[in-house]
């Protein structure tokens, strides 16, 4: 297993642009495809982005698409979100997760992932 905690999160205003970090221990993260999910109250969480293991791909959620990016340093076995034009509709708690092996192509299906971290939360205001 891979522990993994998120830092970064706050609250900003909308045109902001914050950088989530999602930190792992326990294993090292180069062999791990990475997604960050996000769930605002009273709705599901929400695919946002993944990352293949060695970093070269990346897929995005549609109402992220543009504004955010996902990059990975294995060597730091951390990856990043970092959020660009913050809208009030992303304020949530964001969550990274881990998968050994997965495929980029899957890294939107949240039931892949077993291993996940507690949660940032971000909040945008207008």
């Known amino acids: 297993q891979v522990q993994l905690v998120e830092s970064g999160g706050g609250l900003v205003q909308a045109g902001d642009s914050l950088r989530l970090s999602c930190a792992a221990s326990g294993r090292t993260l180069g062999s791990y495809a990475m997604g960050w999910f996000r769930q605002a109250p009273g709705k599901e969480r929400e695919f946002v982005g993944g990352?293949?293991?060695?970093?070269?791909?990346?897929v995005y959620g549609d109402s992220v698409k543009g504004r955010f990016t996902i990059s990975r340093d294995n060597a730091k076995n951390t990856v990043y979100l970092q959020m660009n034009s913050l809208k009030p509709e992303d304020t949530a708690v964001y969550y990274c997760?881990?998968?050994?092996?997965?495929?980029?192509?899957?890294?939107?299906?949240?039931?892949?992932?077993?291993?996940w971290g507690q949660g940032t939360q971000v909040t945008v205001s207008s």
């Open positions: 997760a881990a998968k050994r092996s997965l495929s980029i192509w899957t890294v939107q299906d949240i039931d892949r992932f077993d291993n």
């Open positions: 990352i293949s293991r060695n970093g070269g791909s990346t």
